[in-house]
């Protein structure tokens, strides 16, 4: 693939909270289309680059690139923010946590961010949220409010959401692990919907082996702030080369 092919690009990225060091000099390429399931260890800096990628947390050191939009950490000035943002526009984030707004009915969670970045005329904005939310299996849910909906549920409005901005890559933080096992699979299945039927650019931080095997186009094994290996989940789950990715994966599948 070519460059103009590279959604996302990390090149030597490292982040450190006060004397800990969590990243510690990842590179990453992720194609457009691309399924990248990254796993590891609590704590071996997985979930600390997806938010480095939407500049949750600024990168200590490295530079981020995300639909050719190529930032570094440090002090965020005007310009910097208004450069942040332009890059947040081109991704969209599922939490563990569902994070909705309790007060907003299920379609007003779905249509606030592209109203309030004027993503095209109310009517627009409401048409292409329900057609999310009848992706996400939700339609009859559009005048409920969140308390009212199951876990999985949420997290599928959480989903739509995200895709309401037309984002070029979606990054999801462990999104079934706040769930009760019988709701996992819901949430799976739109995500395996948007791989092979959108063929989305997706980054999953999830221990979901099977879902990573029948999706994924590549894993990506996180050891002590960086990448051990990576490759096809076939042969990562199979016939992995490092004794510490086979110990894990002997602990989690």
Do not use: W, Y
């Not at 592209?114 to 057609?131: M, N, S």
Request: with cysteine.
């Amino acid at each position: 693939m070519s460059d103009r092919d590279v959604v996302v690009r990390l090149d030597g990225l490292h982040k450190s909270f006060g004397r800990l060091e969590v990243v510690r000099g990842v590179d990453m390429e992720v194609h457009r289309g691309e399924v990248v399931v990254v796993f590891g260890r609590s704590g071996s800096g997985k979930s600390t680059v997806l938010r480095c990628v939407n500049f949750i947390d600024d990168p200590s050191a490295g530079s981020v690139e995300v639909a050719g939009i190529r930032l570094e950490g440090g002090h965020r000035t005007r310009r910097k923010r208004e450069q942040i943002r332009q890059l947040r526009l081109h991704v969209g984030m599922v939490f563990q946590q569902f994070n909705l707004f309790p007060n907003m009915t299920v379609l007003d969670n779905v249509t606030c961010a592209p109203r309030c970045a004027g993503r095209g005329t109310g009517d627009e904005i409401v048409e292409r949220a329900r057609d999310l939310l009848d992706r996400v299996g939700l339609s009859d849910k559009a005048e409920e409010h969140p308390i009212r909906l199951s876990g999985g549920q949420q997290q599928r409005v959480a989903i739509a959401r995200a895709l309401a901005m037309e984002p070029d890559v979606m990054l999801f933080d462990e999104p079934t692990s706040a769930l009760d096992p019988e709701l996992t699979g819901e949430v799976l299945a739109v995500m395996k919907s948007l791989a092979t039927e959108m063929r989305m650019t997706m980054i999953v931080v999830t221990h979901e082996m099977g879902f990573a095997r029948e999706v994924a186009d590549r894993m990506a094994f996180f050891h002590e702030g960086r990448i051990l290996e990576q490759g096809p989940p076939d042969q990562l789950i199979t016939s992995p080369a490092h004794p510490e990715t086979r110990a894990f994966l002997d602990a989690v599948l």
